[in-house]
């Protein structure tokens, strides 16, 4: 199972080096290699880290060991997965660890006579800074030697029944009581990006992915359109998909709207865009605007629904 990946703690130092590191991506900026890697690592990463660090220190599980919540979940669910199909897994991360060489190392030990290595990113709908990037990466690493054994990856998600009905088993005890509005909240994305993606076709476009989402999950819900509001996430430039969650969600209590719940289908593990920019910062705008009810939806997490969901999608039930 991929994900992203975490700073190792919310020291300032391990922190900058994640960043430095995600950013450093042409796939996730969009410019050359070279430009890239000179922004992150000499003004992005060093100019964000302190802010970042305590950001992801207010998220940071304090529990012994003190563990990234991505990192916790991720591993929980990898367990869970695990015992209840008695199959071999492991989590990797984009950037930082465990990296892709150590799953594969791992899974190669717990079992030796492996046929085939499925890959399961936890990205349901396709973006090249993360769907893209991490095949690319996993390619890379899995075709340095010989292997015995075949690669699979498993495709975007995005409208699969079994994640559909896993979303909406989760969501539904938050949804109990009485809210006036339903955010649903996106990871933004460049403009320059999504129209790229949107010329390559639907298995492709970010976009139309994210509303095929939405559309499916309200359909189990039965929560009509009008009740729903969609707002984009972590932009960093003012060309990324709009309207911005940072911006618009104090917007939803002045219009009258005071009881929210959030959630956000983009994301089956909670981390720091989850975590603090949803069930902190969000939280904080719209109440100060004056909001009555903030109700955060968690991510699925190692919730069973989830466990179920993920065995259909890769065994193409």
Not at 38 to 63: G, M, Q, T
Request: charged fraction near 25%; hydrophobic fraction near 40%; include cysteine.
């Amino acid at each position: 199972m991929v994900n992203v990946g975490t700073p190792s703690s919310y020291k300032k130092a391990d922190v900058q080096k994640f960043i430095g590191d995600m950013l450093s991506d042409p796939l996730v900026t969009g410019k050359s290699e070279w430009w890239s890697d000179f922004l992150a690592r000499n003004i992005i990463a060093p100019l964000s880290a302190s802010k970042s660090a305590e950001k992801y220190k207010k998220i940071w599980r304090k529990e012994d060991p003190q563990i990234s919540p991505l990192l916790y979940f991720m591993q929980k669910l990898a367990d869970e997965l695990e015992a209840k199909k008695n199959i071999p897994v492991e989590i990797a991360m984009r950037y930082g660890e465990p990296t892709f060489s150590e799953a594969i190392n791992k899974l190669e030990a717990k079992c030796p006579l492996i046929h085939e290595l499925v890959v399961f990113p936890l990205y349901p709908q396709y973006a090249q800074a993360t769907t893209q990037t991490a095949i690319d990466e996993i390619g890379r690493i899995f075709y340095k030697r010989p292997h015995s054994f075949r690669l699979k990856i498993v495709k975007p998600y995005f409208n699969h029944p079994a994640y559909i009905h896993a979303l909406a088993t989760h969501a539904k005890p938050y949804l109990e009581n009485e809210f006036d509005k339903l955010v649903l909240s996106y990871h933004s994305l460049p403009l320059n990006q999504v129209e790229k993606a949107w010329e390559k076709g639907k298995e492709f476009d970010y976009v139309y992915q994210l509303k095929e989402t939405n559309r499916l999950l309200l359909d189990q819900l039965h929560i009509p359109p009008k009740n729903v509001v969609l707002l984009y996430a972590s932009q960093r430039g003012s060309g990324w998909l709009k309207p911005y969650l940072s911006t618009d969600i104090s917007g939803i209590a002045k219009q009258g709207w005071k009881k929210i719940v959030v959630m956000s289908p983009g994301f089956p593990i909670d981390n720091i865009e989850t975590l603090y920019d949803i069930d902190i910062e969000a939280r904080k705008l719209f109440m100060e605007g004056g909001g009555e009810k903030f109700t955060f939806i968690p991510s699925l997490n190692n919730d069973p629904s989830f466990v179920e969901a993920i065995w259909k999608i890769i065994s193409g039930v």
